[in-house]
């Protein structure tokens, strides 16, 4: 039977992060999946219950988990509730929130897998993931799905300019229609961190064996980002998905109770990935 169950842990400034593990109680010992959200994303967000389900059904332990800066709290795990703190987050910190899962679920009895574990990042999850990967030999094998190359390219350097005069920037979520704030703490975070925040410098120090997943039809984050990353990590294979999107025909909310067919197809080839 798929079960599941539910972890808070502190994160970046000891604020609590929410995570989900999602398994096949049948199988006393599974590899264990870690999925790192996008920007404006979140563990809940869309079809990602059913992407865990179906790693689950295929022999997998499936964690997901929300960075604790990404400006949901755990009383509204789906709702950007609390902007200050989505204000306040930097790369930095999502990094320390993903060495911090993967403290936990390397743990021991807390939670029973192996001291290592397979790591799926999608969008800017994906960025921090493959810099995590590069980190981290606890990471045994890497997928990302439609992965930055840059984390500047989350905004224009038009942008960017006046973001550094005012101290702030806020950003449309077109879905809620929230004008959510960044600080320029962001942006002095890549300053101060020019080296280990470079996902493309990052991306050629990546050992594992690496599955770079991308949409031909991606309006958010181009196809020319998986190419450049590929270029960056010859060994790294490339899937391109055709007719995929940024979120793989997901969306916020979902009320289909299967996966849409691009988003199917990214789990069946990381599954196979990820068994080789």
């Not at 039977?1 to 539910?6: F, L, N, S, T």
């Not at 006046?162 to 004008?179: A, C, H, S, V």
């Amino acid at each position: 039977m798929i079960r599941k169950q539910y972890f808070n842990i502190p994160g970046a400034k000891g604020r609590g992060m929410l995570m989900d593990l999602t398994f096949d109680d049948a199988l006393k010992k599974a590899p264990m999946v870690i999925f790192a959200h996008g920007f404006k994303g979140f563990k809940d967000w869309g079809s990602h219950n059913l992407v865990a389900h179906f790693f689950a059904e295929n022999g997998f332990r499936f964690l997901k988990f929300n960075f604790s800066h990404n400006g949901t709290t755990v009383a509204n795990p789906c709702d950007f509730a609390d902007l200050i703190a989505f204000a306040d987050n930097t790369f930095t910190m999502e990094l320390n929130d993903l060495k911090a899962v993967i403290d936990f679920a390397c743990g021991g009895s807390a939670m029973p897998t192996e001291p290592w574990v397979y790591l799926i990042g999608h969008s800017m999850g994906g960025g921090i993931s493959i810099i995590k990967a590069a980190e981290d030999d606890r990471v045994k094998k890497l997928v990302t799905m439609a992965a930055l190359s840059g984390f500047h390219h989350l905004w224009s350097p038009k942008d960017e300019e006046q973001w550094r005069l005012q101290g702030i920037m806020y950003i449309l979520n077109k879905r809620t229609g929230q004008e959510l704030p960044l600080k320029v703490s962001l942006l002095q975070d890549l300053d101060k961190n020019p080296a280990r925040l470079d996902i493309m410098a990052m991306a050629k120090q990546v050992k594992q064996p690496w599955l770079i997943v991308h949409g031909d039809a991606d309006p958010t984050v181009p196809l020319g980002s998986a190419e450049e990353l590929k270029a960056a990590q010859p060994d790294a294979e490339l899937l391109i998905i055709p007719g995929a999107d940024h979120t793989f025909g997901s969306s916020q909310p979902y009320t289909e109770a299967f996966l849409p067919p691009p988003l199917l197809n990214f789990c069946q080839a990381s599954a196979a990935f990820l068994k080789k």
